[in-house]
């Protein structure tokens, strides 16, 4: 397992997976309190924006993690996808998954190594952007619950994780990236559909976010265990399929 | 006990059946060739053997363990596929380090056996570039070495020199020459040129089955027709007298090429008598004759050609 995981930061290092996933989290994480700030007098320069921007109310610490949790949670599912998809997928139509897979690595270690390089990029990425989120958000408004903004942040990154497990499932299934690809989409559009029904929305992604706000601000409002538990349940679903398709996959 | 042993293998892909009952053993040490044309069944017969694809029925054993029931064979083999692949990003070096990591060899020993397999392979100066600008003849010696890394007991090869130049082809068949008595290998192929060069044994396979199986002497002096072969310079009487020697008893099939005549004969015998009287009787001024030496490419188009002649020596 242990070579296997070397190998895959490796990889996440030398095909700059991480610095993308490192910067494009921190630039998001940097933008979204500028944003929030400054959105009113952006809204000011465009022609005839000063009527509108007279009924915008005044930003608050709030529109700060709100912005936050909204570029984030678009970009991070965004890169989870694109990550991803190629995982398993390429490997197998590459050739190398057969290189290293008629030597002593067992598959199950292959697939995991794969979820934990990905999940580390992330947890890095999240860090980077929670840490340059609290800075501005402390500059531009006021500092915010630090417990609470790890408790958003942690919570995240289950999100990500939850699309990057779909992802990587999608890669097991799949022996093109194009097809992963589409798969994934697919994984992402239904869970979007179920999200809609407003019962079982509460129980995944949706009710995770929601949950993550009100932390951030430290309210202690509603909180969505439900949600944790289901999306958690998502991640070890897909990488047990993961682990059981794979092991009996022709490669 | 055998190196390799295939009972009754048989795999499908749809309609299509790539291995139709394969039965074959191999012995330890041998220098195996195993032939047969495209689509003959050798690429997934190498696939059962590594346990990255599995049989529809049947069986296999390598080194007495049984494919797919015992997770051993894997430090046992090396395997190098048809076109090896390598993570473009890594260099040579890390590359055969991280295989030597999944084969769990110790680290000073491991560094001794990347410098050693960098050497035989010819990539000590490449070994600190990325694998991703190797040239192909380099990567199938790469390959090669990290199928070797282990010092596995049974090596399988499949094509290891089919889509190299000259130049690459000579380097990889010297190194495949160079493991005899270090380990059995397993080598399928094509091209007869190479086998008829490395392999102490050989085995052709045609459309799933096996079809002859034998010490590589053994199966030319068993299938291979003799043929005589005589070149003159007026190719006008030569062709004349191809036309009557088609028609003799003796004559299985006559050929021209330029000036010279080869006939595949029935009756070796009545043939080395009739031939160079009929064509002094012709008005030939016969420059060369000779017998000519079969070779196995003569051996493997007559079994393959005519089909299914399923035996065994």
Same mark, same amino acid.
């Given at each position: 397992?242990?070579?296997?995981?070397?190998?895959?930061?490796?990889?996440?290092?030398?095909?700059?997976?991480?610095?993308?996933?490192?910067?494009?989290?921190?630039?998001?994480?940097?933008?979204?309190?500028?944003?929030?700030?400054?959105?009113?007098?952006?809204?000011?320069?465009?022609?005839?924006?000063?009527?509108?921007?007279?009924?915008?109310?005044?930003?608050?610490?709030?529109?700060?993690?709100?912005?936050?949790?909204?570029?984030?949670?678009?970009?991070?599912?965004?890169?989870?996808?694109?990550?991803?998809?190629?995982?398993?997928?390429?490997?197998?139509?590459?050739?190398?998954?057969?290189?290293?897979?008629?030597?002593?690595?067992?598959?199950?270690?292959?697939?995991?190594?794969?979820?934990? /390089?990905? =999940?580390?990029?992330? &947890?890095? %990425?999240?860090? @980077?952007?929670?840490?340059?989120? +609290?800075?501005?958000?402390? !500059? $531009?408004?006021?500092?915010?619950? /630090?417990? =609470?903004?790890?408790? &958003?942040? %942690?919570?995240? @990154?289950?999100?990500?994780?939850? +699309?990057?497990?779909?992802? !990587? $499932?999608?890669?097991?299934?799949?022996?093109?990236?194009?097809?992963?690809?589409?798969?994934?989409?697919?994984?992402?559009?239904?869970?979007?559909?179920?999200?809609?029904?407003?019962?079982?929305?509460?129980?995944?992604?949706?009710?995770?976010?929601?949950?993550?706000?009100?932390?951030?601000?430290?309210?202690?409002?509603?909180?969505?265990?439900?949600?944790?538990?289901?999306?958690?349940?998502?991640?070890?679903?897909?990488?047990?399929?993961?682990?059981?398709?794979?092991?009996?996959?022709?490669? | 006990?055998?190196?390799?042993?295939?009972?009754?293998?048989?795999?499908?892909?749809?309609?299509?059946?790539?291995?139709?009952?394969?039965?074959?053993?191999?012995?330890?040490?041998?220098?195996?060739?195993?032939?047969?044309?495209?689509?003959?069944?050798?690429?997934?017969?190498?696939?059962?053997?590594?346990?990255?694809?599995?049989?529809?029925?049947?069986?296999?054993?390598?080194?007495?363990?049984?494919?797919?029931?015992?997770?051993?064979?894997?430090?046992?083999?090396?395997?190098?596929?048809?076109?090896?692949?390598?993570?473009?990003?890594?260099?040579?070096?890390?590359?055969?380090?991280?295989?030597?990591?999944?084969?769990?060899?110790?680290?000073?020993?491991?560094?001794?056996?990347?410098?050693?397999?960098?050497?035989?392979?010819?990539?000590?100066?490449?070994?600190?570039?990325?694998?991703?600008?190797?040239?192909?003849?380099?990567?199938?010696?790469?390959?090669?070495?990290?199928?070797?890394?282990?010092?596995?007991?049974?090596?399988?090869?499949?094509?290891?020199?089919?889509?190299?130049?000259?130049?690459?082809?000579?380097?990889?068949?010297?190194?495949?020459?160079?493991?005899?008595?270090?380990?059995?290998?397993?080598?399928?192929?094509?091209?007869?040129?190479?086998?008829?060069?490395?392999?102490?044994?050989?085995?052709?396979?045609?459309?799933?089955?096996?079809?002859?199986?034998?010490?590589?002497?053994?199966?030319?002096?068993?299938?291979?027709?003799?043929?005589?072969?005589?070149?003159?310079?007026?190719?006008?009487?030569?062709?004349?007298?191809?036309?009557?020697?088609?028609?003799?008893?003796?004559?299985?099939?006559?050929?021209?090429?330029?000036?010279?005549?080869?006939?595949?004969?029935?009756?070796?015998?009545?043939?080395?008598?009739?031939?160079?009287?009929?064509?002094?009787?012709?008005?030939?001024?016969?420059?060369?004759?000779?017998?000519?030496?079969?070779?196995?490419?003569?051996?493997?188009?007559?079994?393959?050609?005519?089909?299914?002649?399923?035996?065994?020596?």
């Amino acid at each position: 397992m242990m070579t296997a995981l070397t190998k895959e930061w490796l990889e996440q290092r030398r095909t700059h997976r991480l610095l993308i996933v490192c910067l494009i989290l921190l630039l998001f994480g940097l933008l979204s309190p500028l944003l929030a700030k400054f959105t009113p007098e952006i809204i000011k320069m465009v022609p005839g924006g000063e009527q509108i921007s007279q009924v915008i109310p005044p930003p608050t610490i709030a529109d700060a993690v709100v912005q936050y949790l909204k570029n984030l949670t678009q970009f991070g599912l965004l890169l989870a996808v694109l990550m991803g998809m190629g995982m398993v997928s390429q490997e197998k139509d590459k050739g190398t998954a057969a290189m290293m897979l008629a030597k002593p690595l067992g598959r199950t270690a292959f697939i995991l190594a794969k979820a934990a /390089a990905m =999940g580390a990029s992330f &947890l890095i %990425g999240t860090a @980077l952007a929670a840490a340059a989120g +609290y800075y501005y958000t402390l !500059l $531009l408004f006021e500092a915010l619950p /630090a417990g =609470g903004w790890l408790a &958003l942040n %942690g919570l995240l @990154l289950i999100y990500f994780s939850v +699309y990057a497990a779909l992802t !990587l $499932l999608a890669s097991t299934l799949n022996r093109s990236v194009l097809g992963s690809g589409v798969t994934a989409v697919g994984f992402v559009i239904l869970l979007a559909l179920i999200e809609m029904i407003p019962a079982a929305g509460k129980l995944l992604t949706g009710g995770l976010l929601g949950w993550a706000g009100n932390l951030a601000l430290g309210s202690a409002e509603a909180p969505a265990w439900g949600a944790l538990w289901v999306c958690l349940g998502l991640i070890a679903a897909a990488l047990t399929a993961s682990v059981l398709v794979f092991r009996r996959q022709e490669i | 006990m055998s190196a390799i042993r295939i009972e009754a293998l048989t795999k499908s892909f749809g309609k299509f059946r790539a291995l139709d009952g394969l039965s074959l053993t191999v012995e330890g040490g041998a220098v195996f060739g195993f032939l047969g044309p495209n689509g003959a069944g050798k690429t997934t017969t190498l696939r059962i053997l590594t346990g990255l694809a599995h049989a529809d029925s049947g069986g296999a054993w390598v080194e007495g363990l049984e494919v797919g029931k015992s997770a051993e064979i894997s430090s046992r083999i090396g395997y190098l596929p048809e076109e090896p692949a390598f993570y473009p990003w890594m260099t040579g070096i890390e590359t055969l380090d991280t295989m030597g990591q999944v084969h769990r060899i110790e680290k000073a020993e491991r560094r001794r056996r990347v410098d050693e397999m960098l050497e035989m392979a010819g990539l000590t100066e490449a070994g600190k570039r990325r694998v991703g600008g190797y040239s192909r003849g380099m990567r199938q010696r790469l390959g090669l070495a990290q199928a070797l890394i282990h010092r596995p007991q049974v090596l399988l090869l499949d094509e290891p020199a089919s889509a190299l130049d000259p130049a690459g082809r000579k380097d990889v068949l010297g190194m495949i020459e160079g493991l005899r008595g270090q380990c059995t290998v397993f080598m399928s192929t094509h091209i007869l040129a190479d086998v008829e060069r490395i392999c102490d044994t050989v085995a052709i396979i045609d459309r799933g089955k096996l079809v002859a199986n034998a010490r590589r002497a053994d199966l030319i002096a068993r299938y291979a027709i003799p043929m005589l072969a005589l070149e003159a310079d007026d190719v006008d009487r030569l062709n004349k007298l191809a036309t009557e020697v088609s028609q003799m008893g003796w004559a299985h099939a006559v050929a021209i090429e330029g000036r010279r005549l080869t006939v595949t004969v029935k009756d070796l015998a009545a043939a080395q008598r009739e031939l160079l009287a009929q064509a002094v009787a012709a008005g030939l001024v016969v420059t060369h004759y000779e017998q000519v030496k079969p070779s196995l490419e003569d051996v493997f188009l007559r079994i393959v050609e005519n089909g299914k002649e399923s035996r065994q020596l």
